[in-house]
């Protein structure tokens, strides 16, 4: 039977426009498979996002479905962010046809209850392992509430996770996390790297001007950070620190204003993230979770110059060589000063660019979907 290029795929928010992780990964994998010619037939969970057009111009056709959140759902045995979004609707659509589908994340984990006894080829990209991502965001949640919460349902995802025996494929977006993938034996099993909207490496040769962290700074794992380095780092150098990312709080800029060689640039957009990029000498990358691929990390080493990071942020993404990797204070202000004098230069760039040359193929990707 020839091969269909129609292709479902299931969102867990509306991936336009592209400016956070998760989104950024759905929507350049959209783009690399209709330019692999694939024609996609869009659905998208509405989650604090409007309808936009764009996703018209390049989708065969786009629906749209209310994610239903509230109390009620968070007293359920299913994960919320599974209960949240069950839209029958959705199911229907779905029906209408027998093309292909890819699930984005485990959050759509109900297009898999539903549908997958009636023989269809439905594919799951796993963003996390769920369950540890959201263990991991409990522990550094500083509400009682919310973290009560990432605990609870970090509980029900690991009790959920074998839906995905009903699935064709898993796509894992990283070698450690194909491998759990592969142990579990829920599924075949692909590497998947994320997708971005990078197509060449733009790391300036030269010096910087000062050192760079950036990340959603409304994120509590991204404020830890930002006050780690405030506290460890920052002091004990005059060397210019910028934090830019979304919505910092008063009390986040507060602490950066303590410091004459700190400052904050708050919501930039994404030609301005690019300058801060392209101009710092150091890209700090640091995470306490080692749970995907930070599409932050995969910004700076595209756009920026010389990247520190931790061992967390590194493991089991394949781009450790491409960091210089450190894990204590101490280690980090002593790589982070060596790293400001050194000039990035031809043979930095040349080993980036080799390092970087595994990306995501669209056509190895439709081959595995459709």
């Not at 029958?88 to 029906?95: A, C, M, T």
């Not at 700076?300 to 990797?325: F, I, P, Q, S, W």
Request: with cysteine; hydrophobic share 40%.
């Amino acid at each position: 039977m020839q091969q269909s290029n129609h292709l479902h795929i299931v969102t867990f928010n509306v991936p336009w426009p592209a400016d956070y992780g998760g989104v950024i990964d759905v929507y350049y994998r959209m783009v690399g498979l209709v330019k692999a010619g694939v024609k996609i037939h869009l659905h998208c969970y509405e989650y604090g996002r409007e309808k936009v057009p764009h996703l018209e111009q390049i989708c065969e056709e786009v629906h749209y479905y209310r994610r239903e959140v509230g109390w009620r759902h968070q007293f359920e045995v299913k994960p919320y962010i599974v209960a949240s979004r069950s839209s029958r609707q959705l199911i229907e659509n779905l029906q209408k046809d027998n093309y292909p589908i890819l699930l984005e994340g485990l959050h759509n984990g109900f297009v898999l209850e539903q549908l997958a006894h009636l023989d269809r080829k439905i594919s799951v990209r796993a963003h996390n392992v769920e369950h540890d991502y959201y263990l991991a965001l409990s522990r550094v949640e500083r509400s009682v509430w919310k973290r009560l919460f990432f605990w609870a349902e970090a509980i029900k995802l690991k009790h959920y996770e074998p839906v995905l025996a009903k699935a064709s494929n898993i796509l894992a977006i990283n070698e450690k996390d194909a491998s759990y993938f592969r142990n579990k034996n829920y599924a075949p099993v692909h590497v998947l790297p994320p997708s971005h909207g990078h197509e060449e490496v733009l790391s300036q040769l030269g010096t910087g001007q000062y050192v760079l962290y950036h990340g959603n700074l409304e994120v509590a794992e991204n404020i830890e950070t930002v006050e780690y380095i405030l506290d460890n780092l920052v002091p004990n150098t005059d060397i210019e620190f910028v934090f830019a990312g979304r919505n910092p709080s008063d009390a986040l800029c507060a602490k950066v204003a303590q410091y004459q060689h700190a400052r904050i640039v708050a919501n930039p957009n994404n030609e301005q993230m690019g300058e801060l990029l392209r101009n710092a000498q150091v890209n700090v990358l640091f995470t306490e979770q080692s749970t995907g691929v930070k599409l932050k990390l995969i910004n700076a080493l595209y756009e920026g110059r010389h990247c520190l990071a931790n061992t967390k942020m590194v493991e089991g993404t394949g781009l450790t060589e491409a960091c210089v990797v450190a894990d204590t204070a101490d280690d980090q202000l002593a790589l982070l000063q060596s790293l400001f004098s050194t000039p990035f230069d031809q043979n930095h760039l040349e080993k980036r660019k080799k390092i970087l040359g595994e990306t995501a193929s669209f056509t190895q990707m439709k081959n595995i979907i459709l």
